[in-house]
């Protein structure tokens, strides 16, 4: 995340309240769009209304969240990163695939999810905004993009409960890692 101001060698940098909140309401998104990925998939194909409807929200929320993320991706390229010079060089390094990676997931997700939907015969709606069609019916494209996105979830799941464990481990020690993730303003852990 970007932090504001000196470099966080000895004294700890805090994130700015725009990217903590940025962050957290990603989180909170992305929680939503799992919940709601896995439940609709039961929803039963007739009448279409429904199942569609739900898709079509699911395809919205991602796409809004693909937003966000570009958002705090072009945030991190502007803003320079301080290092924790306290932490190992492995943890520093692993730090950094991880973020990667979870930001590799959070653009994959969505790209994959429109482009299968881009290969069916029903229509996309983002918040009740019909897209154009680009594909005709394609079913072999729309399966390989169905299932990479599968692929790509469970994957993205096991690099969140990483990223989970890590930020707890680092709250236990009480480290300067948990110190800069601490909202500007009030008490840090």
């Known amino acids: 995340m970007a932090l504001s101001g000196k470099q966080a ?46 898709y079509n929200f699911h ?8 937003a966000a993320v570009l958002v705090r991706m072009a945030w991190r390229v502007a803003h320079e990163q301080a290092e924790l010079e306290a932490l190992p060089a492995w943890q520093r390094a692993a730090a950094q695939v991880m973020h990667g990676m979870l930001y590799a997931c959070m653009v994959a997700m969505p790209a994959t999810g429109l482009a299968g939907s ?4 029903y229509p996309i709606r983002i918040f009740g905004i019909a897209l154009p069609v680009w594909q005709r019916e ?14 790509v979830a469970w994957l993205f799941l096991a690099l969140i409960a990483l990223h989970v464990a890590a930020a707890l481990w680092h709250w236990w020690k009480r480290d300067a890692v ?12």
Do not use: C
Request: aromatic share 10%; hydrophobic share 55%.
């Open 9 to 54: 060698n000895s004294t700890v940098t805090a994130y700015t309240r725009l990217v903590v909140a940025l962050h957290w309401w990603i989180a909170l998104l992305l929680a939503a769009e799992f919940a709601i990925g896995w439940w609709m998939l039961g929803i039963a194909k007739t009448p279409i209304g429904m199942r569609a409807g739900w």
């Open 59 to 66: 395809k919205s929320v991602g796409l809004l969240i693909l």
């Open 118 to 121: 881009m290969f069916t015969r």
């Open 138 to 151: 394609w079913p072999a494209a729309k399966q390989l993009m169905s299932d990479v996105h599968d692929a």
């Open 178 to 189: 948990a110190a800069r993730m601490s909202m500007p303003g009030l008490p840090s852990t």
